[in-house]
């Protein structure tokens, strides 16, 4: 079983900055990979952004060239620093997580999510 603690969210003003992280903790082998999801009030979650084991990353559309994604892979945790904010950014952040188990089962772990709000 995989934890996820989420913190720093919160209320910024349009082009303002936020950084979210998400530490895992709990029983795996390893993890593989790191994501922040967001889900706005009446749309569908989408992927904001990914890094794999080996740093590599990718990013939505939207938040390409304002938001950075980053991990600490001796303490499975993963950043978000996100610049230049848009109310179109507001929305609820999860964070994601591909555990693999000394089995070699994978499994995909979530956060309970953590608000972020944009006021223009």
């Known amino acids: 079983q995989v934890q996820l603690e989420e913190s720093g969210g919160g209320l910024v003003q349009t082009g303002g900055s936020l950084r979210l992280s998400c530490a895992a903790s709990?029983?795996?082998?390893?993890?593989?990979?790191m994501a922040w999801y967001r889900q706005a009030p009446g749309k569908e979650r989408e992927l904001v952004a990914r890094i794999i084991h080996g740093g590599n990353t990718n990013y939505a559309d939207s938040v390409k060239g304002r938001f950075t994604i980053s991990g600490d892979n001796a303490e499975n945790t993963v950043f978000l620093q996100m610049n230049s904010l848009k109310a179109e950014d507001t929305a609820v952040y999860y964070c994601n997580a591909r555990s693999i188990t000394l089995e070699l089962h994978e499994y995909d772990n979530w956060g309970q999510g953590i608000q972020v709000t944009v006021s223009s």
């Open positions: 709990g029983s795996f082998f390893k993890i593989a990979a």
